[in-house]
Structures are given as C-alpha cells and as structure tokens.
C-alpha cells in the first residue's frame, strides 16, 4: 500500500486531482475562492487521515504499567471524527470503552489515543468498533474489553436516505465482557450513567 501511494504521489499530486475534481464538477479552479482549495484539501486530508501514519507503540509507548486493580475500567465519550470510506464524508459521534485488567493498567489518556489510530482513517463504523476492541485486547492482555460507538453518518443525512435523526451504534465485546453477562450489563449501565454496583 506505501509503495501504491508513492507511485501515486510521484505520478501526480494530490493538490493536481482536487483540481482535475473541480473542473469535472464544473468549477473553475483559477476563480479567487477556489485558487487555494487544492492545498487545503491535501493539508486537510491529510490531518483527518493521519491515523496512517500512526502505530499501537506510538500510541501505547510505555505507558503500560503493572498493577493489583482487578476490576473495571471505563473512559467514555471520547470524541471521535472519521471519514466513511463509501463516500468520503464525515461520520463522528462517542466512543465508550472498557476493559477489566489483569495486572497491567494502560494510561488513561492513551484510549482516546488509541480512538485517534482507527478513527483517523478511511474507515466503516463496524471494523473500527473491532479494531479498537482487538487492538487494546492484544496489547493490554486484559480479562475481557468492551467498545461501543455512536456515530452521525453524514452520508446518511446529506445525501442517499436523508435521515435526519438516525444513529449507528456498534459494539464489540471480547473476553469475560463476552462470557459473562453481568460484566456486560455493568459496563452498559456505566456508559448509560446508571452504574450497576
């Protein structure tokens, strides 16, 4: 794939297609509004993809640590923006993720990190929900992992079926979270902020 986008990047830039896309969609790149849309589009490509160039030791680095806690930790509404890979446009929403250790804690702030790594993508709502789950599953060795994600798909609501108040929720649950029924149930009841204690 690297070796695809060199070629690409050698053959033509990016800044050289939006414009080509301009003139097919009738517009006139040399027009003072759109003279310098060819560069913000690359710039902002390139920023909301960035989750490429991103691996699970840049987001992890070391801070993994040991410890005794044995029970559940959960981060929730963690903002998340992506691109839907069909169409090219925003979908965004919540991320809620949990996991039950089993002697190695991670950093807090490294779950929104780890969001970042497969939000930042051409990406579809169903495989990101998994990639996180089986990402912090594999690195971390918990007990179990919980992710649920809610999203606004823009390709629902600008255009296609046009449906102003449809949400996606996906989830994925690895582990004692898949094994255990309470262990679900507690996890959903603290991401709905009705803990189950």
Do not use: W
Not at 180 to 186: F, G, I, L, M, V
């Amino acid at each position: 794939m690297a070796q695809a986008h060199d070629r690409l990047s050698d053959a033509v830039s990016m800044e050289a297609l939006v414009r080509h896309q301009l003139i097919l969609l009738g517009e006139d790149p040399a027009r003072e509004g759109l003279r310098d849309t060819p560069a913000r589009v690359k710039e902002s490509l390139e920023f909301l993809t960035r989750g490429y160039r991103m691996t699970v030791d840049d987001v992890f680095g070391d801070a993994t640590f040991a410890e005794a806690y044995k029970d559940m930790v959960v981060v929730k509404d963690i903002e998340m923006y992506s691109l839907c890979e069909h169409h090219l446009l925003p979908f965004f929403g919540r991320v809620h993720i949990g996991y039950v250790p089993k002697g190695r804690l991670v950093g807090l702030s490294k779950l929104p990190r780890l969001v970042e790594l497969y939000s930042r993508r051409l990406q579809v709502q169903e495989r990101m929900t998994r990639q996180i789950a089986e990402c912090l599953q594999k690195y971390l060795e918990p007990v179990g992992v919980g992710v649920v994600i809610e999203a606004d798909h823009l390709c629902m609501k600008m255009r296609g079926v046009e449906k102003q108040n449809s949400r996606v929720f996906t989830s994925c649950v690895l582990g004692i979270f898949q094994s255990d029924p309470k262990t679900r149930a507690e996890f959903m009841g603290l991401i709905k902020g009705v803990p189950n204690l």
